[in-house]
């Protein structure tokens, strides 16, 4: 499978940008699927992650309340909502099919649990 990111740009703070990641095969429905960014410098860090059904998901505290993980199954893809968009939001944001199917809170924000990615799609927020 192949995930394409896009819906990247750049905004002011408090602007919103909706991501999305566009899986090349209809499996990636059954896995958990996961936003992650990473900033110059630093670590690829979890933002949020939707199981197959999008029933379950989980969200990194510093997103919680302003970004939206959902997923439409019948377009094999997953999306990421980010309102009231901050300058440390800005990063390059990679999404990922994780090994499972199921959100796990220990395993689901960890990107060794991830292996496939998409290419990247850069956000940048300035205030």
């Known amino acids: 499978v192949q995930l394409q990111a896009s819906g990247g740009g750049s905004v002011q703070a408090g602007d919103s940008l909706r991501l999305s990641c566009a899986a090349s095969e209809p499996t990636f429905s059954r896995y958990v699927a996961g936003w992650f960014r990473q900033a110059p410098g630093l670590e690829r860090e979890f933002v949020a992650a939707?199981?197959?059904?999008?029933?379950?998901?989980v969200y990194a505290d510093s997103v919680k309340g302003r970004f939206t993980i959902s997923r439409d199954n019948a377009k094999n893809t997953v999306y990421l909502q980010m309102n009231s968009l901050k300058p440390e939001d800005a990063a390059v944001y990679y999404c990922?099919?994780?090994?499972?199917?199921?959100?796990?809170?220990?395993?689901?924000?960890?990107?060794?649990?991830?292996?496939?990615w998409g290419q990247g799609t850069q956000v940048t927020v300035s205030s």
């Open positions: 990922g099919r994780s090994r499972t199917y199921y959100i796990d809170n220990y395993y689901s924000i960890r990107p060794r649990e991830y292996r496939v």
């Open positions: 939707i199981d197959g059904t999008g029933d379950s998901t």
